[in-house]
Each structure stands twice: as C-alpha cells, then as structure tokens.
C-alpha cells in the first residue's frame, strides 16, 4: 500500500465562507492528485449540502483514473458545522432502543451467515442500534464513536464497551484484542484516510475474521442519473466513495478474501428507494402524492437498473484466512 503523502499539484486556489463561518478552499482546476495512489484524478461532480443545508459553498469530487477513488477536494478541517441537525434523536431508555433496532434486524443476517458469535468491534455506532442487535444475538461487542451523548448511552445503556475517539487508525493501533467481526455500517466514507482504517482493522481481525463495510455505490444507477442530487453524495460529509475495483484492489493489498460483494441486499435496497423519495420529496410539497411519485422513480430505477451492482449501496465481506 502506498501509505505516502503524493505531492499535490499546484492550482489555483478561491477561499469561500459560508454562513456557518467555516471557511473553505476551493480548487480551480478540473484536476487533482489521488490521496491514496498519487494517480491523475479528474473532475466527476460538484455539489452542494442538498440534505442539510448548512452551507452555500459548493463542493468538488474527483476520480483517480489509475485506483478509481472518488474523494471530495480539499474539505474543511472542521466538519462540526456540517453535522448539525443530521441524526435521529437517541431514545430515553433500552426499550425503546429495541424498537427502533427491531426494524434493521436484517443487519445482522450478513454477519450470521458467517459468525453465529464472538467479539464484534462496530466503528461509528451512533446510538448502538446495530450493536445492540449484535448484543441480543450474543456476541462480545466494542464500539468506537466520537459522540459524547452516544458514549454515554452506549456505555450505560446499551452496556457494551466503548471507546470515545475521533482518531480511528490511532485507536485500532492501540487495541491489543482480535476482534471475530468488524463491521462499518456507512461509517468508512466520512473517514479521512479510511485505506489506514481498513488496513488497521484487518491486522485486528482473528483467523477467520470476517469485516464488513456498506457504503453507498457510487457506481449506481441513481447516481448516473442524479448525480449531484444525489441523496448519498452527501457533500461534504461524504469525503470518499469507493468503486468495488478500489475495494477489491485494498482488500488484496491488507491481505483479505472476498467472501461477498453486493449492490442488491435488503440495505441497498432501502437506500436506492430513499434517494428516490428525497428525490420526489424536494419538488412535490403533497406529502402523500410526494410518496407515491417517489415510489413509482424507485420502482422505474429498478428496472433501468440492470448491472450485476448497479444497486444504490454496497455490501462487501472479506476475511482473514490466517
């Protein structure tokens, strides 16, 4: 791996404040150099904070045409700003953490295919739903989350160990355990330098280990067509996107076997069918009609969709044979 700072290419730089008072810096030029292989990255999109609004700035990804990594060019330092008002609020109690995770039990079904139990590490957590799931199903479960409110539940209410960090390759580096599973539920594309985090968790799994990573597919069908409406562009919380080619290329280099790759599970479902929605969300105000229209752009999108992962996320599962 190539684990080298490239040498950036020299451009033109404008500086942008939005009202948030983050400032920015913008490249001019319709090229960049690639964070992770130093190739020649050229521009694919420009966006601005569609779901959140938390800034007029407008924000640009590239793609290495040597790896195929999209990332976003020069993002702010401080994210914070960006993160505002994005989350669902964390519930009083256990009980109502148990409902709200009964509906994304089908989480679990990829990692009990390979794992009926042991120690499961989850980075960027939340709330704890998936890991409280992982819990009830018996498994041993660590997380790591930034949050100080999701800490505190996770530590006290949802009983699982949790480490407070927003320094994810140092913390992996200091754990001396081996973890069975290790899972990223869209989690890895808000991570600078997430090829140290992947490189970081394969070295933490066991023999046997299985790690999973679901993310958005950016070599989806609702993005070819939506593009920078793209509900899971994201910008700028979204830094990197990462094609199955560049998947595939890390996970021989750490040294993992593919155990599975896929745009069509349950998961990648429901997030193809929100782009859709949000797609019919920001032009229709009738809340049912909205409903309807965005059911029916899922259901065409599906059917133009015919690429064996051309499905809105996706699901890849490797693991360490020794």
Not at 100 to 114: F, G, H, N, P, V
Not at 299 to 304: I, S
Request: with cysteine; net charge positive; hydrophobic share 40%.
């Amino acid at each position: 791996m190539n684990n080298e700072q490239p040498e950036l290419l020299k451009a033109t730089v404008t500086v942008g404040r939005s009202e948030t008072g983050v400032t920015k810096a913008r490249a001019t030029s319709d090229q960049s150099v690639c964070p992770y292989c130093g190739g020649t990255s050229a521009h694919l999109v420009s966006s601005s904070d569609v779901n959140r609004k938390t800034t007029d700035l407008i924000f640009k990804y590239f793609q290495c045409a040597k790896c195929k990594l999209v990332f976003l060019d020069s993002p702010p330092e401080d994210m914070t700003a960006f993160y505002k008002g994005g989350y669902q609020t964390i519930p009083e109690n256990l009980s109502q953490l148990r409902e709200i995770s009964k509906k994304e039990r089908y989480r679990m079904d990829s990692i009990l295919k390979y794992k009926r139990g042991g120690r499961l590490l989850e980075i960027g957590p939340w709330m704890g739903i998936f890991s409280c799931n992982a819990k009830d199903a018996g498994f041993d479960v660590t997380t790591i989350e930034m949050d100080q409110n999701c800490v505190d539940f996770l530590r006290k209410v949802v009983n699982v160990t949790t480490i407070q960090s927003n320094k994810t390759v140092k913390t992996l580096d200091a754990m001396n355990e081996k973890f069975d599973v290790i899972a990223l539920w869209h989690c890895l594309e808000h991570l600078p330098q997430p090829w140290l985090v992947l490189q970081k968790a394969a070295e933490k799994l066991a023999p046997g280990g299985i790690l999973l990573i679901a993310i958005p597919n950016i070599d989806s069908y609702d993005f070819s067509v939506l593009r920078a409406k793209w509900k899971h562009l994201d910008a700028p919380r979204h830094l990197y996107f990462f094609p199955i080619q560049w998947l595939e290329r890390i996970r021989s280099t750490i040294g993992l076997e593919t155990l599975e790759l896929t745009t069509s599970d349950h998961l990648s479902k429901i997030i193809s069918r929100s782009a859709w929605y949000a797609q019919a969300a920001s032009r229709i105000p009738i809340k049912y009609v909205r409903g309807i229209v965005g059911l029916l752009l899922y259901k065409f999108a599906q059917q133009r969709s015919k690429g064996k992962y051309s499905g809105g996320g996706l699901t890849a599962i490797f693991t360490r044979v020794s």
